[in-house]
Nanobody, 113 residues
């Protein structure tokens, strides 16, 4: 069983940056997939950035979001730059180990002037 705890969300102005962290209670070394997803008010959950079998996909506008992992710290990060109003959402961490999928409870990112 793996528990995920996201942190790093908050209020940021348009054009600003945030780094989200997802700390896992267990080892993520064997995770075959992990990612960040987001859900804006009234919208479906969508991927923001994922790592699947070593392949990184950053969704949306190129270069704004970057996912990374630190196996030694059992932590996954999402660096978000040039934030826009439409990036406002709850951001969720996701890890898949074998056939098991785990979700965190999310961290709220609000982009507002």
């Amino acid at each position: 069983q793996v528990q995920l705890v996201e942190s790093g969300g908050g209020l940021v102005q348009p054009g600003g940056s945030l780094r989200l962290s997802c700390a896992a209670s267990g080892s993520i070394f064997s995770a075959n997939a992990m990612g960040w997803y987001r859900q804006a008010p009234g919208k479906a959950r969508e991927p923001a950035a994922t790592i699947t079998n070593g392949v990184i996909i950053n969704y949306g506008e190129k270069g704004r979001f970057t996912i990374s992992r630190d196996n030694a710290k059992n932590t996954v990060y999402l660096q978000m730059n040039s934030l826009k109003l439409e990036d406002t959402a709850v951001y969720y961490c996701n890890v898949r180990i074998g056939i098991s999928t785990y979700w965190g409870e999310g961290t709220l990112v609000t982009v507002s002037s």
